[in-house]
């Protein structure tokens, strides 16, 4: 039995836009029609919403090519517009998932340059090169990618109080991942209780946080405290629809990393099989 290798980056999700579709349809155009930005926007949400609606299908052919036209269009919006960086975010997942890494890279190191001057976004694209590379076995350069993220998300960690919950539960896995364990768990369960108010307890979001935090109790030693919380993780992400395969994956196998380290390794064997057969298909 192969057992899948999951890093603490690989738990990630596909990216809903932040539209201003609502200001375009909401209400009447200002003389009765849509400006050319309207239009623009308009046409940039409509083969965004394509290319997240095929990928849920893993229609990957058509991702793709709503994916790649909503970059072009992504490209003719303001410089600090963030629709670029989220468009190109989410076609890394396109193509990781065909295993068309040179793609996949490519995209990560556009997105650096996009994210530039952005401590955050800049520390979320090392974080995607890590799971990149890890998908490929490179583990030095996981490390490496993992450490250049972490350097950037404490370089903006003044501002986490007031960012985003992603932002703050990226910073507690990074933090984990450099044993920093006593300066993570606050940050890990700021994040989820973040997580939990914004988006509710059942959210892919919440799932996340969850596995975040029952890992740091693993390397704590807390095994007890983390299996409960890798429950809860699996059983949101089995209720997710459309479904999440890849985050299902992952939150299967660290569980059966557990479960081996609480000496039940028929139960773990299960959890590796079945982490194995969302990734790789069934065994034929």
Known sequence: MVKPKYSIAIIAVFVASTSCLQSCFGSPFDGGYPS???????????????SQN???RQDFAE???????AVKIAEGFDSDDQRLYTTLHNLVFVYEDQKKWAEAERLQMRSLQVAKGNPMRTAEVYNGLATLYSLQGND???????AAALMA???????TTSSSPEDVELLGRLL?????????????????????????ADSPMVANSLASLARL???EGKLSEAEPLYKRAIV??????????????????????LLEKLKRPAEAKQMYERSGRLINGPQR
Not at 140 to 146: I, T
Not at 181 to 197: D, I, R, T, W
């Open 176 to 200: 984990v991942h450099a044993k920093r364990y006593a300066e993570a768990e606050p940050v890990v369960l700021q994040a989820l209780q973040m997580q939990e108010k914004r988006y509710g």
């Open 140 to 146: 030095v350069k996981e490390d490496e990618m993992l």
């Open 36 to 50: 050319d930005e309207q239009l623009k926007t308009i046409e940039w949400q409509r083969n965004f919403d394509g």
């Open 63 to 69: 991702a793709e090519r709503f994916g790649n036209a």
């Open 217 to 219: 109790y693993v390397f």
């Open 153 to 159: 998300a404490e370089s903006g960690a003044t501002k």
């Open 236 to 257: 949101i992400c089995e209720n997710l629809t459309p479904p999440s395969t890849g985050q299902l994956a992952g939150a299967l196998s660290m569980y059966a990393e």
């Open 54 to 56: 095929a990928y849920r």
